[in-house]
């Protein structure tokens, strides 16, 4: 009892003693005040934020220690012109914190060039031989714990917003830090990772056009940044050496280790670590599967599309032998997508339609896959539901034809969600997978439509399932590399075609085989095909193309895109135009590429020329009439066909739109380029010669004719001679090529000069301001008979 007494005595006096020694501690001690007074976020690396002072102090204990700085935005801007999307990732940068004296910096390494020997003296030779940055340098606060504020770092544009206003022509917009601020909820620490959210503005004079379309005050728009604090990967991860003919997206470093015999550029594929339970051939369980997981705020039926979808890739993991190795889920209830483990697919909103991605944390060193994080816009189901409405809009039964328009656009959506989670694997779009019977998901397709009996029929408009070509990549990347030479050559030998961005999307574009939205082996073919259902289309349009509760004023946007049904296939047409021939898959001495056939090249040209005629143009009486003004207070958008009739549709402007399409495709100038150099090497290749006298045969010297066409010919004769001048004044037309087009347009000249003095007063004056503006125009480069042309609405992304 006694013993029991003097103990709780004891305790009496020792515990406010200890209560003193730590006040007295925190007192002598100021970190450890600012840690006990934090709101403290523990984990990869902790966070103490001070709620009275607003300040953040990161500690300093990975001193020495890589890791990555990623910048991201959880919030997006609302503009797919801009690109400032929700979900968008920015650079990712491999830095480490290192201590010089009283005050830590924040230095980025420089990882593109290294040695990865085992001499350190040769890697060390390496680093001092190219320059490093400083990021950021703060003062460490006294105390045993080493913590220091880092709110000039975070607050801070490392996202490069002010660039990207810049870049889209915003006007210039600077970071305003007095009304930037750290936001205390999205100070978060994972296992893997360390977020911190921060609000920006950015202020300007004046309001850029798309920021004041999608900001309250466009003169102000702030935006949340995240900052990323990413632990590299551990050992264990093989690297896998790229192949041009994987169909993988890739990283790549000048590596100074290598020998003088081996390149110095090493490249590696793109790819998450997948492991089996048991390594080898045979099919296995794996140690830890891919997951994706689904943002719950997508509605249904858009949900299930898109988890059916990304589930496509499962079947190709079982082919390579990874039993459950690729899973899509739900994200589940608190769980938080900022986690570095969830590899995420985020549905974001735009005021616009625009593009989705597929992005990822990659480690630089080796090419891992940290965290795949998919984009999906959410307009882009809307617009394949409009061009559904307007296929369909001749059908009698309209319940079928609103079912037809729902399933069309849920096929895209899986086909779009298999697309963009290719990407976050590690795949590159493959654009000539379409010539192959559409074997790739990475392939951009257009909805297919054909000709049943009275109707058209939009019952297959998408490949369901991943392709061949998807298997293989799969199984090539992910795979045995011991199996990887052996999968290369079967796939050439079944011919699969592989061409990626390089030579497919750019306007000067090259392969015949490689397009974007095109469908077939034979583009020419598809696209006199495709031809015969835009004609259809439009002769049965009708307003029945239009949502319940639309006003009619609605049913002209509604039109643009059957109006403009074959603007892809004709680009894709074109190709074969000084179009090329060529694959990554040739290996040996037998490696060549070749022009394409002139019979091919004839067929193309002619095909574009038929596009180009009055009867492909023409919008019928029926359609044009209703096709009415805006109604009350809608009005015309982006979306919208431009007029020079004011609100009144103008089927002349659509004439114009879509002939300066065609003609712009034949007349490309590094087209007319390799026409003019296949000719000189081959005679009976076509020549620019009879490309511009079959262009001119088949519009300027037309005879003119009556009615509605009349209008719609002289619109697009005066886009043939635009077009012309645009290519002859191109500073990149070839100079033999500009001989060539001088003596074609001086012939022209003369032939619009006799056709001037004949005809009508009406048709008389046509062609004489044709024949003075082209003659004006040779000499003067910036001179143009139509001084504002018509713009095309958007196209992609469909």
Known sequence: ??????????????????????????????????????????GFINLFYDTKSANLYLQANKLNQPFLLLTSLPHGVGSNDIGLDRGQLGQTRMVQFEQHGPY???????????????????????????????LWQGKLVEGKTAIVAINDLVINDLHGVSAVLAATKQGQYSLDSHRSVI??????????????????????????????EVTPDGTAMSVRVRYSFVQLPDDGYEPRSYHPMSGYLSDQYADYSTSVDQPLTQRHLLRHRLEKVTPGDAPSKVVNPIVYYLDPGVPEPIRSALLAGARWWESAFTDAGFIDGFKVELLPEGADPQDMRY??????????????????????????????????????????????????????DRKAADDAAMALSLARIRQLAAHEVGHTLGLDHNFAASTNDNASVMDYPHPYASIEGNYIDISHPYREGIGEWDKYTIAYGYGDAKQADALLTSTISKGFRYIGESDSRSASASNAYASLWDRGNDAVAELVRLETVRRKAIDDFNSDALLAGEPNGELADVFVPIYLLTRFQITAAAKWIGGTDYSYQQVGAGVRWNYVRPKMQLAAVDALLASLQTESLLVPNNVLQALVPKAGNYRKTRESFGSNLGVITDPVAMGEVMSRHIVSQLLAPERLNRVSQEYMEDSQQLSVVKLIDKLAAATLYQDLPSG??????????????????????????????????????????????????????YQSAHYDWLFQG?????DDAIYRLITKPIEMPPGSPI
């Open 1 to 42: 009892m006694i013993r029991r007494s003097i103990s709780l005595a004891l305790l009496l006096v020792i515990t406010p003693a200890t209560l003193l020694s730590n006040a007295a501690l925190a007192a002598s001690d100021p970190a450890q005040k600012i840690i006990n007074n934090a709101e403290a976020a523990k």
């Open 104 to 134: 830590l910096m924040l230095k980025q390494l420089n990882t593109q060039y290294r040695a990865t020997s085992n001499n350190v003296a040769e890697r060390q030779a390496v680093t001092q031989a190219f320059a490093e940055s400083i």
């Open 183 to 212: 936001l205390p909820l999205g100070i978060k620490s994972f296992e893997r990772n360390a977020d911190i959210d921060v609000n920006l503005t950015f202020n300007a004079d004046k309001a850029g056009k798309q920021v004041a």
């Open 343 to 396: 590899n995420m697919i985020q549905w974001v909103h735009r005021a616009t339609r625009g593009w989705s991605y597929g992005a990822a944390v990659t480690d630089p060193r080796t090419g891992e896959i940290i965290k795949g994080n998919v984009t999906l816009g959410s307009l882009r189901v809307r617009q394949d539901h409009l061009i559904a409405r307007g296929l369909t809009a001749g059908w009698p």
């Open 708 to 761: 509605q066409g009349l209008a719609l010919q002289m619109r697009v004769n005066t886009v043939v001679v635009d077009s012309l001048l645009a290519a002859y004044h191109n500073p990149t037309t070839a100079p033999e090529v500009k001989a060539q087009l001088a003596a074609r347009v001086d012939y022209i000249i003369k032939q619009l000069k006799r056709r001037s003095n004949r005809g009508s007063d």
């Open 774 to 778: 082209i003659t004006k125009g040779m």
